[in-house]
Structures are given as C-alpha cells and as structure tokens.
C-alpha cells in the first residue's frame, strides 16, 4: 500500500506541474510603452540640434528624422494593438490529453516491470523464499535426465582400446580401487560424465571410511559436469562434507560460491569468491572461472566493484625444484652426492606441492624431475594427479602432458 501511496503521489504532482502550463491564462507580448515613444520624439529634436550645430549634413539629418518616425510610428501602432487585444485563453483540453498519457504510461510502464498484485518483500522474506526454491530444485537425477549425455570415443585408437578393457575388467572386478580410480579419471578426461560419475562413485563406496575430500571433491566435478553445469543438492552436500574436512579446499569454495551465485543468493557468492582469491597462489585452477564472473556477481550483491580493487593472489614464488643449473652443477658431485642433493630438492617440491599445491610450471618440472631420477612410478603418480587438478585449463594440461610425454607414449605401447 506504501508503494501505491507514494507512486500516486508523485504521478499527482507531475501531472499538476503539467496542467499548471496549459490551465494559466496566457499574456500578450510585451508591447511598446510611452516611454519608448518618447524616446523617438528625443530622438527626432536631437537630430534637428546636430543640424544647427553641422555636426549632420542635411541629407544625413533627412535619413535619420525618416527612420526614427518610422520607429516611432511602429511603436504607436504596436501600443494601440495590446491595449485592444482580449487577455489570452487557457486551454484545458491539452492539458487533460496529457495528465491522461501520463497516467496511462505509468501504469503500463509498471504491469510490464513491476509485479502487480504483489506487495512489498523485505530482504529476510527474500531471502526465505530464495531458500525454498533452492530447497525444491531438481535432484542430480533430474538434471541428467534432461542433459543429453552422448557417449564419447577417445580420437586415440590405442587409448580408446585400453579404455575398452578397463572398462571390461572393472565390471569383473567392481571393488578394485585402482581401477575404478582410473576409469573415473579416463571417462571424465573425453567428457563421458555420466559414466565417470558413476566410476567415482563405486570407488568412494569402495574406498569407505579411507575416501579423501579429493575423492570427493571429484565426484561433486564429474556430477557437476554430468548435470550441464547445475549444482544438485547431492552436490551441494558432497562440497559441504569437503569442507567439513577441509574448510580451505580451494575447490569446494569455488563451487559453493558459484552454486550461491547462480541460485538467487550473490551476496554469499560473492563473499566467499572474494574471500579465496584473498587466499589462492598463483595457478590454481579456480582463479581464471573467478576472475572471469565476479564482477557481475558483486553488481548483483550491491557492490559493483572492478577486478583491480578486489584482492589479488601473491607473486608467483620461485619454483622450489631443481632447475636446469642444478642439475648441471650435480654432475661436477660424487655421485652420492648428487644423487642426495636432486632428491632433497625434489622432495622439498613434492612436499610443497602436496600441502600448498602450485602453478602447473611446479607440477611438470616435479613430474620431469622424477623422470631424471628414473622414479618413472612417482612421475605417474604426479602426472596423473596433476592432470586431474588442472583439467578445466587447456593452457595447463598442454604444459603437463609435455612434460610427461614420455609416460603417455610408455602407456600407449602397453
């Protein structure tokens, strides 16, 4: 009722404004007063004084006194006709025409933008009705069903071949958790979503009380994925056991900040993609998605702010892994020695990575250090792990798949 109150009060006083114009009786033009008419006569003695003085020639005196009467008859003219003239008319018809209009494109204006019928929602009723929607949305089954989910062939002959017999093993062999890891990894890495969800989740229920956050944490990515880019409630709950665990997983907080986002809550969005670009190191995988929405995700929690003024991660460190002039300068070692110095620095890198994690640059130079050292198990690991984490970067896994090229040429001889 507040709104109507105010919305008719302000239509009122511009539609006054309005009529005031046309309804006041209109004036006549300013018309030439006895005081202008006699500035003509003193004009016209004038001229006959610089005559007598010489200042004007008779010829030039005759052209003056001829344009000053003319003046002076215009004037008299033009004072006769406003004294005779009726005052001016209002005119309400114009006026009523408009006060019409305007009223009428007020209320179309506001049945096409606003929402007729409704009152007013304060913010915590808002915010209760956001949350019984997100309550009712459709379930991770629902949201498959309707996402086409074509089954993709890797462009790879002799992959595709060993991912037939993967396949073909795990159904003989359904609880081997190395397995079902891989295939989880194979059908998600050519985009088979759906199936790599359901690979996830046999190994999680394999893996029981033993499954890690980053268990987790994938199966939420491939559900993601399976689901066209929704977040289902099966999601949301298997982020929010994620950080449980680990409230700073990186991961989990970028997802549960684009769940808030897309489903009616920016505000939480927005803090929590603002909170872990306060927190992420140069190369997370999360960092390029962030960038590229929080912007509009801030207009919308009613703080439209630029990416230079939000927080930045830090400088990207120096790789902690032995460079290329390391391991020149070990060959000048014992071999003892040498061999102690590349495994102290490799393993000061694969311990960094495994706490803080680190740009795709530390992850291949690691996988390449492990390959040196002839530790081909260890390059695998590393390989694949990276390969998982930096999945959604195409600049990323270019970078991990060449320093690991040797490993994927070993398996495609296999």
């Given at each position: ?13 511009i539609g006054a404004s309005v009529a005031v114009v046309f309804l006041r009786p209109g004036r006549p033009a300013p018309a030439a007063t006895d005081q202008d008419l006699q500035i003509y006569r003193d004009q016209l003695k004038e001229v006959e004084r610089d005559l007598a003085r010489g200042t ?359």
């Amino acid at each position: 009722m507040g709104f109507w109150i105010i919305a008719g009060l302000l239509t009122l006083m511009i539609g006054a404004s309005v009529a005031v114009v046309f309804l006041r009786p209109g004036r006549p033009a300013p018309a030439a007063t006895d005081q202008d008419l006699q500035i003509y006569r003193d004009q016209l003695k004038e001229v006959e004084r610089d005559l007598a003085r010489g200042t004007l020639s008779e010829d030039e005196a005759e052209r003056t006194r001829t344009e000053v009467a003319r003046r002076l008859l215009e004037a008299d003219k033009a004072m006769h006709a406003a004294q005779s003239a009726p005052v001016g008319q209002s005119r309400p018809a114009p006026a009523l025409v408009i006060l019409a209009l305007l009223l009428a494109g007020s209320g179309a204006l506001y049945w096409v933008l606003g929402a007729p019928g409704y009152p007013d929602l304060p913010i915590e009723t808002r915010i209760s009705l956001v949350e019984e929607n997100r309550a009712g949305r459709p379930s991770q089954a629902d949201a498959e069903a309707v996402v086409p989910q074509e089954i993709r062939v890797d462009p790879d002959e002799r992959r595709a071949e060993l991912l037939a017999q993967l396949r073909t093993e795990m159904e003989r062999r359904p609880d081997e958790v190395e397995g079902l890891r891989l295939l989880a990894f194979e059908e998600s890495r050519i985009g088979n979503f759906r199936a790599a969800r359901l690979a996830q989740e046999r190994l999680i229920e394999a893996l029981g009380d033993d499954a890690e956050p980053d268990d987790l944490l994938n199966l939420a990515e491939m559900m993601f994925m399976a689901a066209g880019g929704y977040i289902s409630p099966e999601t949301e709950a298997l982020l929010q056991d994620v950080l449980v665990q680990q409230p700073t997983n990186g991961g989990a907080r970028y997802y549960v900040g684009l769940m808030f986002a897309r489903q009616g809550r920016p505000d939480l969005g927005y803090s929590i993609w603002r909170n872990l670009l306060a927190d992420s190191q140069p190369g997370d995988p999360w960092l390029p998605p962030i960038r590229g929405q929080i912007e509009a995700v801030a207009a919308m929690a009613g703080d439209p702010v630029s990416l230079e003024e939000l927080p930045q991660p830090p400088e990207r460190p120096e790789l902690a892994g032995p460079s290329d002039e390391d391991l020149a300068a070990a060959q000048e070692l014992s071999e003892e020695d040498r061999r102690a110095m590349i495994d102290g620095m490799v393993a000061n890198l694969a311990e960094r990575l495994a706490v803080e994690g680190g740009p795709p640059e530390d992850w291949a130079r690691l996988i390449s250090s492990y390959l040196v050292l002839g530790q081909e198990r260890q390059a695998r690991s590393i390989f694949d792990e990276a390969l998982r984490a930096f999945a959604g970067s195409d600049e990323a896994m270019a970078l991990i798949r060449e320093a690991g090229a040797a490993l994927e040429a070993e398996g495609a001889d296999e």
